[in-house]
């Protein structure tokens, strides 16, 4: 490919318009552990990108044999076009999944991070990441967010999003009835929560509530929770980034299940 066809105009939207990514139904990935989870995990790979005439390392070449994708030679000039911020060997266009169902119950330890109504798509995919690194089963993404296969947020999870179910739901509703039928305890964070985090029994089925990165969590969801949880810090910053606040409480959960 060597002209600014149909095809690449389609691909060049996909790096900025949620709209045409999920009307496709598919999104860009960069980088190589990204590429590499969405292929170990069974990911549809419909197509994989690389420059013409230039000559591709053993983990390229072993990634277009196993991925089943279509090749595409592009000109380099183009491939930079379609390139995240670092230099591209290879750019996947991934078909997006169907919906996950939210976990099932019966599990002593489950651990489900539900995330409402984040803007910040490099927010989604740092929290995807520490949920992963954690043992959460899933991550819900809840309300008007974010997408969580904008670009940003496939590179800022470096690759967990192929990992770890990420379910995207309307509201509150589906996900409390999800809890009430499951028994899960429903934690959220509130710098001004009445209990430390570490002060709260996090060993038995949770479902962590973190709120939007201006706002905090909704009316909604703050009315539902079993606890308001808060992290103590000192200094002069008087709060977290949400994604590390989520990251700080997960490792929390994993500290007092590793202890029994």
Do not use: C
Not at 35 to 56: F, M, T
Not at 104 to 126: E, W
Not at 241 to 258: G, I, K
């Amino acid at each position: 490919m060597s002209t600014r066809n149909a095809s690449f105009q389609q691909w060049q939207a996909l790096l900025t318009n949620r709209t045409k990514r999920h009307r496709a139904g598919e999104f860009l990935v960069h980088g190589v552990r990204p590429i590499s989870l969405a292929v170990d995990h069974g990911w549809e790979i419909r197509d994989l990108i690389y420059p013409d005439r230039q000559s591709l390392s053993s983990w390229a070449r072993d990634i277009l044999e196993r991925s089943g994708a279509r090749p595409v030679a592009m000109s380099p000039e183009l491939v930079a076009e379609l390139a995240d911020k670092d230099a591209a060997e290879l750019i996947a266009v991934v078909a997006l999944p169907a919906a996950p169902p939210l976990p099932s119950s019966g599990d002593p330890h489950l651990l489900v991070v539900v995330f409402d109504r984040p803007s910040a798509p490099g927010n989604i995919g740092t929290l995807i990441r520490s949920a992963d690194a954690f043992g959460a089963a899933a991550v819900v993404v809840t309300g008007h967010a974010a997408d969580p296969y904008d670009p940003k947020s496939v590179r800022a999870s470096t690759g967990s999003i192929f990992a770890l179910p990420v379910i995207q739901a309307d509201g509150p509703d589906e996900v409390l009835q999800w809890a009430s039928r499951t028994g899960v305890q429903l934690v959220a964070t509130d710098e001004h929560g009445a209990v430390e985090v570490a002060d709260h029994d996090l060993t038995g089925p949770t479902a962590l509530l973190i709120g939007n990165e201006t706002t905090g969590l909704s009316t909604a969801w703050r009315s539902a929770a079993d606890v308001l949880v808060r992290i103590p810090i000192t200094g002069a910053a008087s709060s977290l980034n949400a994604a590390t606040a989520a990251t700080v409480v997960l490792y929390e959960v994993s500290r007092q299940r590793s202890r029994g």
